[in-house]
């Protein structure tokens, strides 16, 4: 019998569970992630406010493999699949649309930002989705500091000392508090012209309040932290506009020269010659889990499952179903399920 041969689309938790869980097995695993390394994506914010250096949270994932002897890493980027000819379509600088057959497909390229519709706002804030996307962060506050240490004009050093986040979620308020901290203690004693500590930090959230996901007391204990170390949380309220020059929300401007977008975030996508998958439900009563249409694991086309994804109106149960499964088993348990049942 020929070896199987395994292609994992994603080097996140996801892709890394799942090699491993394959290690121990006869099939030929192949890995292919548009970076050369694994990114520890929850601490991408502490980049973003200079605590710590993108090394320390990313590592190569040749390094992290080394010793699964089955399992081959490719960077490239996944551009297609075609389920009738069971090939992914690979791209990288030098070459196109390259074909790579597979017995066996595990999708889990991760997620994306989502903009809720409104794709112009991407221009002017940026999300942190990347190494590069918290670096880009992390230069444009420290260059603010350095524009307002430089500029005569005191209207310009109010919005040039303005940081919007928007989306008040764990990315937004681990953000909010860390950017606090980092204004307020290590740069107090850095400038002579400015005084860093004057800086407004300004959480919005159409939520009526933050942390949605986590109980009404973590919540409010969350918002009494935040605002105790200065920042100031907009909730209730849906963002209408953001241009160069800041952000309209609830109808109001605040001029700022630094947004960054912490809210939402949308599948990653890779395109697919036929039909398109459905997406998984997830109950949010007592299946607390993604459910995998047929579609998705189809073993005539070898694709074993996506990772937890936003949710339909109603589980096979016939439940309400939440728009993420909050409640679900973990990316890394999913891509062990997934090798399982390879």
Known sequence: MAQPRIVIVGGGFGGLAAAKALRKTLAEVILIDRSNHHLFQPLLYQVATAVLSPSQIATPIRTILRNHKNVTVIRGEVT???????????????????????????????????????????????????????????????????????????????????????????????????????????????????????????????????????????????????????????????????????????????????????????????????NRPRRPRACSKRCHRARTPGDLCRRRYGVIRRKRQAASRRCPGGHAARSLCRKGPSRSHNRQHAAQAV
């Open 80 to 274: 297609g699949v075609d389920k009738e000819q069971k090939q992914v379509l690979v791209s990288d600088a030098d070459r196109q649309a390259v074909p790579l057959a597979y017995d066996y497909l595990i999708l889990a390229s991760g997620a994306t930002h989502s903009y809720f519709g409104h794709n112009e706002f991407e221009e002017f804030a940026p999300g942190m989705k990347s190494v590069a996307d918290a670096v880009s962060s992390r230069n444009k506050i420290l260059q603010a500091f350095e524009q307002a240490e430089a500029e005569e004009d005191p209207i310009r050093h109010r919005d040039l000392l303005t940081f919007v986040l928007i989306g008040a979620g764990p990315t937004g308020v681990e953000m909010a508090s860390a950017l606090a901290v980092l204004i307020r203690s290590s740069l107090k004693s850095e400038f002579r012209r400015i005084n860093p500590a004057s800086a407004r930090i300004v959480l919005a959230d159409m939520a009526p309040r933050v942390l949605p996901p986590f109980s009404e007391d973590l919540s409010e204990a969350a918002k009494r932290r935040l605002e105790k170390l200065g920042v100031e949380v907009r909730l209730g309220h849906s963002v209408d506009r953001i241009d160069a020059d800041g952000i309209v929300v609830g109808g109001e401007r605040i001029a700022s020269k630094t947004v960054i977008w912490t809210a939402g975030v949308a599948r990653g996508q890779v395109a697919e010659s036929g």
